[in-house]
């Protein structure tokens, strides 16, 4: 028969010492249900808690329309165009 476990955090402002010492982490851990964390639930040391989802990665949103090609295949203005409306009249 496997062990029985559950998800428990320290109750506010109280320091839990796992079993070998070490600090019982403030967001919380899953742990098997023996003697010792059963008493720590019945003094109300430690309390039943959910863990923690990790939150999703922000994910930039993909445009609905492709984008438009950075370079365009047609001038708007030709270069040659554009060289003449530069050069002042001789007069």
């Known amino acids: ?39 720590r639930l019945a003094d109300g040391d430690l309390l039943p808690a959910q863990p923690a989802v990790p939150a999703q990665p922000a994910v930039p949103a993909q445009p609905a329309v492709p984008a438009q090609p950075a370079v365009a295949t047609e001038p708007d203005v030709p270069a040659v165009a554009a060289e003449a409306a530069v050069k002042p009249k001789k007069r």
């Open 1 to 39: 028969m496997p062990a029985e476990t559950a998800f428990l955090k320290p109750a506010e402002g109280r320091r839990v010492p796992l079993p070998d010492g070490s600090p019982w982490p403030a967001e919380g851990k899953r742990v098997e249900l023996d003697r010792y964390v059963r008493r």
